[in-house]
């Protein structure tokens, strides 16, 4: 059966989305999301998952039956940041799981390659090599699976994620412009931002509504200040919605698995990440560093990069199970160039959605 043309299905996913949130969509949040939708084929990957998940066994069906892992699903290059653990410890890897559920682990893969490929088309930066550095790196997590602690190894790393002065006062600059905002917050999200505070009873200054990401647009996403031992905290809480994998799959999920893939046992978790089934609560701080591509595409397609970013991948995929032999014998019976293959038919896909998106958003 033939699946509706974009235009079709995003009208459903937003429908779906409203339902989901019980009203409390932010309408103003989607043009914005349909401005960038229509900017690129990479920032319409990161905000169209839900089709991904729809479309992508139709694209790379061999991967169907590759063995099924609590995956992070809507991974991509700008998907990896750092945050301080429990001993304050910096520490880099995946920091956003909004879309986790379990699929096939090839598919991890093969999104954060089809990433890679759709950021910055250019003979420098060649599908094969993407793929082989991710999978290298991969296959090195999975015989050495180990958290990114900061503070002792990876100098190269950490020198990439040190945040300027500029950066910094930036940071503090749209903090101090930011309104109080005179519209009612969801319910429980003041309740949940109080609670994630570094002590009881703390007050805070302001709250204010806060527009970020781009798959995430029009869930809510409130910010509180607090004035707390000679500085400011922040705490963001977003709404949460079930996996566009699991809509796609048509199965009703038990429960949000997003903390747990968080604190997977490879993993050094940040102390104040908490999430349940409607929300995710998480520090915000101009230590908390992200590269974006439209800043530093090369420091992000870089082979080294790459290649660590694929180890993280692993660093998840066992992180709540006992997978390593599955999957290393499920790549042992693949050929060579699998994931070059599954990543071009992956491109094709999206860069045919994103031309049909563009050309009915241009009549």
């Avoid at 190894?153 to 300027?164: F, M, Q, T």
């Avoid at 005179?182 to 609670?195: E, H, S």
């Avoid at 970020?212 to 200040?225: C, D, E, I, N, Y």
């Avoid at 038990?254 to 908490?274: C, Q």
Wanted: net charge positive.
């Amino acid at each position: 059966m033939a699946r509706p043309g974009i235009s079709k299905a995003n009208a459903a996913y937003e429908s779906w989305l409203r339902a989901q949130l019980r009203g409390e969509l932010v309408k103003g949040d989607l043009p914005e999301k349909h401005d960038k939708m229509s900017s690129g084929p990479f920032p319409f990957l990161r905000a169209t998952y839900w089709r991904w998940a729809e479309t992508i066994l139709d694209a790379c069906p061999e991967l169907r039956k590759a063995p099924q892992v609590l995956a992070i699903g809507d991974i991509h290059l700008e998907n990896f940041g750092t945050w301080r653990d429990e001993d304050g410890r910096l520490v880099w890897g995946v920091n956003d799981f909004d879309e986790a559920a379990v699929m096939p682990y090839a598919l991890d893969l093969v999104r954060l390659a089809a990433s890679a490929t759709l950021a910055l088309p250019s003979q420098q930066h060649r599908r094969n090599d993407i793929c082989s550095a991710i999978l290298d790196g991969y296959r090195k997590g999975l015989k050495k699976p180990r958290p990114f602690v900061m503070d002792e190894k990876y100098a190269w790393l950490r020198s990439l994620l040190a945040i300027s002065e500029k950066k910094r006062a930036s940071f503090w600059a749209k903090v101090a412009a930011a309104k109080p905002s005179k519209k009612p917050m969801p319910k429980g999200f003041r309740a949940a931002i109080a609670t994630a505070m570094p002590e009881a009873g703390v007050e805070i200054g302001k709250f204010y509504p806060r527009s970020a990401g781009t798959g995430s647009l029009g869930r809510p996403r409130w910010v509180g200040v607090a004035d707390w031992r000679g500085g400011l905290v922040l705490r963001e809480v977003k709404a949460l919605v079930p996996s566009g994998w699991t809509r796609a799959m048509g199965v009703r999920p038990r429960g949000l698995r997003v903390r747990e893939i968080a604190n997977g046992r490879y993993r050094a978790p940040d102390p104040t990440y908490f999430a349940n089934d409607r929300i995710v609560v998480r520090r915000l701080s101009p230590n908390t560093r992200k590269i974006e591509i439209e800043d530093e595409p090369h420091v992000l397609l870089d082979p080294r990069m790459l290649q660590t970013m694929g180890r993280d991948l692993a660093n998840i995929h066992l992180g709540t199970g006992d997978h390593r032999r599955a999957i290393e014998r499920d790549l042992a019976k693949r050929k060579n160039s699998w994931l070059q293959r599954a990543t071009a038919a992956a491109v094709k896909l999206v860069e045919d959605d994103f031309k049909q998106w563009r050309r009915k958003r241009r009549r």
